[in-house]
């Protein structure tokens, strides 16, 4: 009985042993790839765009509209900096839409006194979807400010309120910014070009977030670039690298990207309108918008295109706690399942191209999965341990090998960033990072896989809250 | 103890190692390997940088002491362009520099000192460089040619760039369609006729651009290419009509109003607009039935502009009218068709 016993756990543990062997090559791989994908990709941008000179869309008439939507709740602290800061972008033919989401705070005030808004009675308001009531729309009665709108609503979440921003939106294009980003100022004339460029209809294009903690900032505008001195927003530095530099380039260069971020992203507005808008269903309505509206464009047989951009546009603030970083990874994964799940049918369906036969089981396997597999597979290592049956030689070649890949893989996301963009100039802040890549596998990679756990079981209780975001805020010259 | 020794001799023997084990520390060793690599090169080309910055603002200070002195000083105060090219524009990279500098310079003089600084392009050598360019293999390089001739002003190489006006490339296409309005002075857009391949909104509003910056004495009349089956040419040039107030060509607007792609007469309702041609209005009026919803709401903005107020309200109340009958004749026929 005792040598049956022991055989059923050893053939166990071979096949589990085997299916995370394999796993684990495919997902070092696919990063391997799209890696090398992303490079080639990099390299061709960055010679077509020396041929660019972007203050020709500024002057020109021939530049398309755009209405940049910021919803606000509860920024009372900051909302009325970062208008301005976004009054003062580089782009002529742009008005600005900030949508107060019901807060509960004196914004709304702050923005009546500040900006001089007068309430508009006869605004030709659009409701091409449907959302919470609005109070009443504002425009400034000083001319200084004749781009900005300002939208008063019940409260309704970040989705209701970025709906009624298109709602509200009087152009072509529409950008959807967290309030409290802070915007390079050739923002929107970099994410406006690969609207005009393309022969096929462009849907949405996205650009890389940067972390902001530790940066000067003043105005509303970044002064100077540090790395971050806490360590879990450092990690987020060469989180972020590997996200935006290393993975969302080659997804888009494939045409298989799936998520432009809600901080900035620029969308399409009759398109976005046509797919319904934002979902007020789900924590990752993001992931979702983009997802529906390439699902729309698929079912409609509109060939379509979703344009990424390397250079560094919108610098946001990152969690710098476990307990906010915790709570933003819960947020990020119940998305994703959402999302996916939402749209199964797409799946592994020949009939929606490259993004349902590679794009979306990439993401399952590698995204959503990933931390249920690596949980799973402690787990069961444990019982092994507990039962005497861990192979110790095994283990730690097993672990290097995770371990020394993944220094592999963020020293190459410094290197891109070195190569493209080098935001962090000085020797010491790549120092830091690297220091850094070598601590992320062993303090700070388990928390975030047990974030994301958790956040599935959340999604399987049925929890839908956002969780909320702390901020230190820009208010001060250093964050 | 003994299962101590036996443990150790495990992790220092290797040939007692499972095969597995060896080949995971080795990749692992190469994982680190390649890691270290990757250190070394980021510093290394951080260095190579550092070198290469030294050396461009060496010779952007040399660039621009001998510019300043060439154009300003006595002659026989200044070195020759020739004795300072052969002691200093050695190689391309100290060429590419000197060139930058010339040319940032040039595009913002005019007149005496303009020409000025074509001279010294010639005489530098410079202009062939450029010329040099133009056959080159890669997209970027005659792109960056073409720049340069543009920029100077010279004319001779049309005939070359006109080759790349339906190049595969879109960046290099679009700098040669847009050097072409700057220097093809007697016909700047002539380039229409030939073009092969649809012209995107970037690459229109380039050439608008280069129209402006060529500040172009003989603008042609755009209507010319209306009746042009690439629907993008066609839109280039109604926006071209708006943007130089071409009244004269509003008949030929009119006639596009029947064109069977809504996008085309979408942009003539805009231009009708932006142009005010009152004659349009009844035209307008009748087409409204039959047109998109998004062209129904471009007459409906554009009607306001070139039309009475009274003649608006009017049409307003009739196109309300008529929604409202279809509305209840809509009504009537799902009653109809409900199962009793």
Redesign the interface.
Known sequence: MHELITEYVRDTAVFFNSLILYYAIGISSSYLILALISALAMRSYKKKNSFIDYRSILSSPLAPSVSLIAPAYNESLTIVDNVRSLLTLHYNNCEVIIVNDGSKDNSMQLLIEAYELEKIEDFPLQSRIATKPIRGVYKAKNPAFHKLVVVDKENGGKADALNVGINVSQNKLIACIDVDCVLEPDSLLKLVKPFMEEERKVIATGGVIRIANSCEVEDGRLIKVHVPKSFIARVQVLEYFRAFLMGRMAWAHMDGLLLISGAFGMFDKETVIRAGGYNHDTVGEDMELLVRMRRHMYEERIPCKVAFIPDPLCWTEAPQTWKVLKRQRNRWTRGTAETLLLHRKMILNAKYGFLGLVSLPAWVLFEWLAPLIEFFGVLFFLCLVALGYANWPYFFSFLALVYTFAIMNSVFAILFEERSYQQYKRPRHMLHLVVTALLEPLLYHPVTTWAAVKGNYDLLTGKKSWGEMTRAGFAQKKV | MQTLQA?LA??VDTAT??R??KV??M???L??G??LL??L??VL??YRDGVRLRKYKWMEEKAQAYITSYLFDEEENVESPEDFRRKYLTNSFRRQVFMQNLILLHKNLLGETSDKLSQLYQRLGLLQHSKQKLYASKW?TI?EGI?ELTEMGVQQEKGLIRSFINHPH??LRS?AQAALVRLDIDAPFSFLNDLAE?L???????L??AAQKAHLIKLPDFSRWLTKQEESIVIFSI?MIV?YAQHQAEPALLRLLHHPSPNLRKEVFLALRQLETFAAAEQLMALYPNETP?NKAEILKTLPVITFEETFTAFQRGIQQAENEGLAATRVALQAAEPA
């Open positions: 443990d495990f992790w190692m499972p597995l084990v995971n520390f990749i692992a060793a994982f680190l390649i890691a990757l250190f090169f980021i080309s951080r970027n792109a720049g879109p960046i700098e649809p995107t909104d970037w690459e229109q509003l380039q608008a651009r926006r943007q998004e």
